[in-house]
């Protein structure tokens, strides 16, 4: 009987501590990634600067490149840029955007890349997943998983609270997520990856569960792993489906329909989690889920983002549109605008009991 076993695309390294970033240029010489030290290394215009300040004598070889938005133009221009110089790879310093466009870029010019996250706002940092802003809107591009991720817990700690609340209303709408593919395996035969769906359920649960709050090493610790989890279940199930469901068709619906007023990514799918848990009779869950939430300081109604009750079931009535193909609770329910509106209603008053 022969043994089967599958290869997972996955980081050859994931350093996850306070003073990381003080390392970088000895692991990526450790891991073979770059011995020479020869590195692109993409940074932001604004917070970029003062770790190119720090990082500077530590990577001799390093050229620098500033990217000034998360656009599709901006992630071509940097391939056009660092393409013919002979790097050993592209380092991605700095937020989701930076991250993003190095991907892209790297994957463009056929050179591995490495995730340094100067935040914890989504879980992107390490999914096989490059979106980028295009000139119709925002798209997604398949793109390799990086070959290493940093994550300094000293420099995640100096971002703004609301980066850190932001992945962890990303972290734990995999619940709901991993909730609806099972849904849909039920419902209509889709294929579900059982690696993929416990990967992503149990980083969200550990961050669900987690005592601690976003001023805690132990706490980030969780949250940062999580999410890097969270990306690695992606590349596992060749899909964004095990972290992407119905909370997500609702994000992405408050993206389309009030542009200019759409909160973070993590608020809005931590919101839409807490929501379509209720709306699947998870009372339970759903109403833990909002008291965690609510215990880090993200929202769980839309009037905390400044949306109208009305606005909420709008967007939850445009949801489906979205994701076309995709089936959620949303599809499965098929509700009306009116069963929405009461849906919400009860929603809210179990929220406020």
């Known amino acids: ?34 011995a020479s030290g020869k590195l692109a290394v993409a940074i932001s215009d604004g917070s970029g600067r003062a770790l190119r300040e720090r990082l500077t004598p530590a990577l001799p070889g390093a050229h620098w490149y500033s990217v000034s938005d998360g656009t599709l133009d901006s992630a071509v ?21 930076i991250v ?11 050179l591995p890349m490495v995730a ?15 979106t980028l802003d295009n000139d119709n809107g925002r798209g997604s591009y398949g793109v390799p998983t990086p070959i290493a991720v940093v994550i300094d817990l000293d420099i995640v700690r100096q971002a703004p609270a609301r980066f850190v609340r932001s992945g962890i209303g990303d972290a734990v709408s995999n619940i709901s997520c991993v909730a609806d593919w099972e849904l849909a395996h039920d419902v209509k035969g889709e294929e579900i990856d059982g690696l993929a769906a416990a990967m992503a359920r149990q980083a969200g649960e550990a961050v669900l569960r987690h005592p601690g709050g976003i001023a805690d090493d132990a706490f980030l610790k969780v949250l940062a792993e999580g999410l890097v989890l969270t990306g690695i279940s992606m590349s596992v199930a060749g899909d964004s489906r095990p972290a992407s469901g119905a909370c997500h068709e609702i994000n992405h619906a408050f993206d389309l329909l009030y542009p200019k007023r759409a909160a973070s990514h993590g ?22 889920m909002a008291a965690t939430l609510r215990r880090h300081g993200l929202p769980v109604v839309p009037e905390e983002i400044g949306f109208t009750a009305d606005e909420f079931v709008q967007a939850v009535d445009y949801a489906p549109q979205t994701r076309p193909g995709r089936f959620t609770i949303l599809e499965h329910l098929n509700l009306s605008t009116d069963q929405i509106r009461d849906a919400y209603a009860d929603y809210a008053k179990a929220i406020h009991s």
């Not at 695309?9 to 450790?30: E, M, N, T």
């Not at 991907?103 to 056929?110: D, F, S």
């Not at 340094?116 to 490059?130: E, F, K």
């Not at 809005?268 to 699947?280: I, K, N, S, T």
């Open 1 to 34: 009987m022969p043994v089967l076993t599958r290869l997972i695309p996955s980081p050859v390294v994931v350093d996850i501590r306070g003073g990381a970033l003080d390392d970088l240029a000895g692991l990526l010489a450790d891991q073979r990634i770059s």
């Open 77 to 97: 221009k940097l391939a056009d840029d660092i393409k013919g110089n002979r790097y050993d790879a592209v380092v991605g310093l700095g937020g989701g955007k």
């Open 100 to 110: 993003d466009v190095a991907k892209y870029a790297a994957a463009r010019v056929g």
């Open 116 to 130: 340094v996250a100067t935040n914890l706002a989504h879980d992107g940092l390490c999914s096989p997943v490059a």
């Open 267 to 288: 608020e809005q799918v931590g919101l839409g989690a807490c929501f379509a848990m209720y709306l699947r009779g998870a009372r339970e869950e759903s109403m833990h």
